[in-house]
């Protein structure tokens, strides 16, 4: 059975640093672009961040574009999510998702052809 699972939330302070892992079992990930997305507390759950099969191709929300970084290890069936400078904003529960396609640089933020999610992660931001 297809699984993800996040790992790597917790409490930070505001312009710390996490890594958020999401692990694949039950598939094999390259044949899929990957997603982050976000939910904060009575908010909409949001994209984050995509990346493409063959790692070419990244996609990041406006908000956090030059902060957070996306990538992956096929090999290892791991999505990485490697978030800095963070903000009380970027408090939330973060999943991963995949998505999958013949295209190997399709990237997309859009969370409605995403399956597969996880149980999410929570990252706190706060002094």
């Known amino acids: 059975q297809a699984q993800l699972v996040e790992s790597g939330g917790g409490l930070v302070q505001p312009g710390g640093s996490l890594r958020l892992s999401c692990v694949g079992s039950?598939?094999?990930?390259?044949?899929?672009?990957m997603g982050w997305f976000r939910q904060a507390p009575g908010k909409e759950r949001e994209g984050v961040s995509s990346i493409s099969r063959s790692s070419d191709s990244t996609r990041y929300a406006d908000s956090v574009k030059g902060r957070f970084t996306i990538s992956r290890e096929n090999d290892k069936n791991i999505v990485y999510l490697q978030m800095n400078s963070l903000k009380p904003e970027d408090t939330g529960v973060y999943y991963c998702?995949?998505?999958?396609?013949?295209?190997?640089?399709?990237?997309?933020?859009?969370?409605?052809?995403?399956?597969?999610w996880g149980q999410g992660t929570q990252v706190t931001v706060s002094a």
């Open positions: 998702a995949r998505y999958w396609t013949l295209n190997p640089t399709y990237v997309s933020l859009d969370q409605g052809i995403y399956g597969n």
């Open positions: 039950g598939f094999a990930l390259d044949y899929y672009a």
